[in-house]
Structure formats: structure tokens, C-alpha cells
């Protein structure tokens, strides 16, 4: 039985890892009568030799899958070993885990076996039994399977913290050609689906305080990058779009791991695309905390993201007339408009700049990269008309000085 | 009021009731400090003009509402976690703080980011906060034998104590122990109230954190297995990245997780 559970493990976790989201933040409550809670800042537990945060027990259900996806490494025409759990053993798992201090909770996902209802009512059956049985309170983010009853979806938001449905493939057509049995409308009715539900439950706790809450922490899909032609224009307009209309928490980038290379509708890659992976969730962070918008970091004229410099620094290259920002009147958001600043040091400037000028010695002690900021910004130690380099000597300067090719990048 | 010195090297007990009272002294005699230094650890103490100061709770306390007055209660509990920090400079750095804060009785001093003692202040806090919120997730508990979990942690600052809200909230139904096992004090959780202990002996093996094999429970060994499975199948080969990992999960933690240590 032991020796089982250990194998099982080993397979489904081997085939779960290439799922990138990992957060388990964004939902809080309380352990009531039972054990565990959620705490809205998310914990980290641990991280992988690829340096990836372990924060849930992330696991497939069952690698056993009746589709036969190009980019996936559970495909049915793969020959690996299938295993899948059970209910109890699952929730068996996650408990012992978790009193241990292991994990913040559980990544449920899996493939499809049998019928997508099917294998959505097992996952509802592990999260049904945690909840219920084990009094868990802790965090729990389920798939949300394509093409299962809306009835079933519905149950395991009203079970889960965050659902998420993959779109994999940043465009319709491609997906089409890599993985024939499905398409956007299956990926997209559930995901509508559970913002709607979302907002309806929002709505209903206005009025009632017990109201059920569902999907509290939100719900989150992913992209791979590099398993198909797209530019990074088209994949930024889809998340700047999934943020908007479907409300999303987050959107993860996914390198594409060259799994199946045997398949000719592949790319053939050596490696990962991690720095353009990289990129990508620069610019994220771009739209999310620093008010850029998906047109203003690319357009159809400039559609791929410079490998050599982050977006914010290329963003200001593009644009000279916004700059020099003067640290000691410019708005929050021009401050963080300037490449080397982030959001925390934008802040304490606002605040703090009645008390004094802005030096240099402020900005290194907050932690400012000021190699980069200082061709950008206005402050004590650079008045007015002393920024009198223009884009391409600024460009120069900085290629040269930050040329650390092959330097491995920071995935967050 | 004018301060003189520095010439004299003040010695307390390492509590925040000690360095509020050096800092009373300090005023009172009005001889500032060259030096600063907690006993608790053991420290060696240099030959000089060296005075001891044991901590008086009614001047602490003095200084204590010197501080609200003169700030906020946040701004004292802030001074308090810095105080956790055992970074050398922790100390005097408070002292340098507390003197240019007393010296304005108005003013928005503690506001102030723009002072370097300010966000130094801000930023050791910050430094303890970070340690207490990593701790929150590489604590490792092991079941026993009578069902009670237990974990050993070697922290580089004194936040034992500030685990035990996060955990309690978390394990209320279980008998728990975080025992840090350097300075040798734990909190302890009966189900009711969390108190402080001091253990007697090695309960846990100090180069793997782990306890004896008598005390633990019959299936902790496999648990233990089945996590470091897990923590190695979970890794993407081609996407190694080995400087990332140890920028997130410094080796200094490593020896008390089971993942890492692989005993």
C-alpha cells in the first residue's frame, strides 16, 4: 500500500511539474473548527533545483488522458507510466503533508480520463473529502476540466480557493492544429463561466454575509511560449484581455519544454525559451503593477520584446519625450514609468520627498538601479538639462554595461 | 540637552527592556555610548570603560511612553522587531534612532525615510519581518510517537516567538513545538495558549534537526520519504537554475530540511 502511494507519487508529481502556477496567495480564512487557513500573501515552502517556489502539493489526479495534445507529455500516444489515485489516498496525502508544515495546500489537475465529467467529479470527490471529512481549511486550486458539466465546475468553486482553466496555446487556430480535439469555446465557457459565478457570488454577499463564496482567491490560466508562432504582441493583447474582461488573477508564461520531439508540428529547440519566458512576465508586471497598457509595451509595428533589456527600459528608449522624470514633482505613475524604479521605491519617494530633495544616496539605499535610472531622472544630483544623452548613446551604454549574456534570468 | 561622549560601552541582558534602559542611562548620564552590547549570546566582552546596566522595567517603561508620545504605538512595535535583528549594528542604530527622535519633540522624525537612521530602522524590521515570513514556510514539523508535532529551527534572528500567532492560527487542533535550537528556547502550543520553554538536552539531533528514533511516529519516516520524492520529481531538468533556487532558499536553512538534507 505504502510502497503504491510513493510510486504514484512519483509519476503523477513527475507529470505535474510542468503546470508553472504555483501561487496560493490571494484568499484568506480562518481555520474555524478544523485545521489549516489561507493567508492572502501566499508562503513560499519550499524551492526546486530549477528555482520555482513550492507552495502546493501540485499533482495530477490521473496522468491517464484520452486526448492526444502535441505539447503535452501525457498525451495517450505517449508510452509512460499511467497511475492514477485515489480519492481517500489524495486526501490522505495532502493532510500528512500539510501537518508537517510541507506545503500550503493542494494543486489538483489532471488528465482526462474517461469523460471530462467524469474526471472533474474525482477531483470534486478529493476536495469534497478534504473539506468535509478532514475539516481542511487550508489552500486548494483545482482545474477546472474542459468540457465538464457547468453543474460540476460549480461545485468545485464553491470547494476550491482558485479554479483555473489552461488555454495553452495563445491562439485559436494554433490550437486547433496541435491538438484537434479541442478548441477555444471548451476552454473559454468554463472560464466565463467562473468569473461570472465569481462576481454573482460577490454580488450575493453584499446582501446576505453567509452567502457562499466562490473561487475566493480568483481564478488563473496558463501560456505556453514557443510551441507556436505566435508574437509576444498577440500573447500580451490575450492576457491584457483575460485581466480585463475575464477578470483573471494571474496569467503564467510557460516556456515551452521541448517534450515531444518527435512530433514534426513542433518546433525543434534545444533548450527552453526562458529569457524570452522572462520577458514576458516583465511585461506582465508591467500591465499589473505599473499602469502600462498591452499597446504601450508593444504594438503591430514593434511585436517582440528586446531579449537584450527589460520592457520598461525599452518602453523609455521608444519614447524620449516623457523623460527626464523629476523625482521631486513627477506623479506616481511617471516615477514608475522609470526604468530601475519599482513600485516600492516609487512609493517612498512620493512620500517622503516633502522632507527633502532626492539624492542618489536615498535611491541606492531603496534599492534603485541606478545604472539604468540615471539617464531617466531629475533629482539633487541631476538638475535640469543635465540628462543630455538621446536613445541610441543611452541604448549603448547600457547594452554594454549589463552584457551578461548567458547569465542565468529571474523567473519572477 | 547636551550628550557627551562616545566613550562608554554599555553591556544589557539582550532584552528590549535592557536596551531601554541603557538608553535611560544614557540620557540621564548624559554620556552616549561607543558601544552597545546584548550578553545573551555570550559575547565577548572588550576591556575599556565598561558599564552594565541591568534592565529596570520603570525605565523602560519611561521610555517606552517617550516614544508613543513622540511617534505612534506602531512605530514602538517597529522598534521592536528591529530589535529582534542580530545584525552587530542593530544596537547602536537603535540608539542613534531613539537620541535624534527624543531630540524632536514635535516633529515627524520617524517619518522621515529620508534620514539615513530612519530607514535603516524601517529596513532592519523589515530584514526580521522577511526571516519571521520564510519561517512560516520552511518550519518542518515531525510527528511523535504521543501525536504531538515538533520542529527544530536555527533562524539567523530571534523571531521564535513571532511564528507562534501564524501557527497557531494554522494547527489549533494539535499539540505543537518550534524550538529554536541555538538560542534554546521554543514556543509551545498546548491547544489553549502558547507558552515559552526551554527544553533540557539534545531533544533534536542538531545536524539534521531531526528527533530520536524512539520519539518519532511510525509513519514520519515514510512522510519524510514521500516529500523529498515529491521535491525531486517536481524539478524540470532543463530548466536548472540552481543560483535561483539558493537566492530564494540560502544553504544556511538547508541542514533542517528534509528536502535538502537528504539524511
Known sequence: MKEKVLLKLDILADAAKYDVSCSSSGSSRGSGKGVGNARSCGVCHSFTEDGRCISLLKILYTNNCIYDCAYCVNRRSNDLPRAAFTPEELAGLTMNFYRRNYIEGLFLSSGVMRSPDYTMEQLNEVARKLRNEYRFNGYIHMKAIPGADPLLVREAGLLADRLSVNIEIPSEQQLLRLAPEKNYDTVFSPMNLISHSMLESREERKKYRKAPRFAPAGQSTQLIVGASPETDYTILKLASGLYGKQKLKRVYYSGFVPVNSYDSRLPALQQPPLVRENRLYQADWLMRFYHFRYDEILDEKHPVLEQGMDPKLAYALRNPHLYPVDLDRASYEEILRVPGIGVRSARIIVANRRFGRIGFGHLKKMGVALNRAKYFILCRELPARSNTLNSSQIRQRLVKSSNGAGKQLSLF | ?263
Open chain 2, 1 to 263: 540637552m547636551k550628550i557627551t561622549g562616545p566613550f562608554i560601552i554599555y553591556t544589557y541582558d539582550g532584552t528590549i527592556d535592557g536596551l531601554f534602559t541603557v538608553v535611560f542611562r544614557a540620557f540621564q548620564s548624559r554620556s552616549a555610548p561607543r558601544e552597545i552590547l546584548s550578553l545573551r549570546l555570550g559575547t565577548q566582552i572588550p576591556i575599556g570603560d565598561i558599564t552594565a546596566v541591568e534592565s529596570c522595567p520603570e525605565e523602560a517603561g519611561r521610555v517606552r511612553r517617550g516614544i508613543i508620545e513622540r511617534s505612534d504605538e506602531r512605530n514602538l512595535r517597529l522598534l521592536q522587531v528591529a530589535h529582534l535583528s542580530e545584525s552587530k549594528q542593530t544596537d547602536m542604530l537603535l540608539w542613534k534612532y531613539l537620541k535624534k527622535l527624543f531630540a524632536m519633540p514635535y516633529g515627524e522624525y520617524y517619518r522621515n525615510m529620508l534620514d539615513e537612521d530612519v530607514y535603516d530602522l524601517v529596513q532592519t524590521a523589515r530584514r526580521v519581518k522577511k526571516e519571521v515570513h520564510r519561517f512560516h514556510g520552511f518550519v518542518r514539523f515531525q510527528r511523535t510517537r504521543d501525536n504531538m508535532y515538533v520542529a527544530a529551527i536555527d533562524p539567523d534572528n530571534d523571531i521564535v516567538r513571532l511564528l507562534a500567532p501564524h501557527f497557531k492560527s494554522r494547527f489549533p487542533d494539535r499539540h505543537w513545538l518550534i524550538y529554536d535550537v541555538r538560542r534554546k528556547c521554543g514556543v509551545f502550543f498546548d491547544t489553549q495558549s502558547v507558552r515559552e520553554v526551554e527544553l533540557e538536552g539534545n531533544a533534536f539531533e542538531l545536524d539534521t534537526g531531526y528527533i530520536g528514533q524512539k520519539a518519532r511516529a511510525l509513519d514520519e519516516d515514510y512522510y519524510r520519504k514521500l516529500w523529498q520524492t515529491y521535491y525531486d520529481s517536481v524539478n524540470i531538468q532543463e530548466r536548472k537554475n540552481s543560483r535561483q533556487m539558493r537566492s530564494f532558499m540560502p544553504g544556511r536553512y538547508w541542514k533542517y530540511l528534509p528536502e535538502k538534507s537528504k539524511k
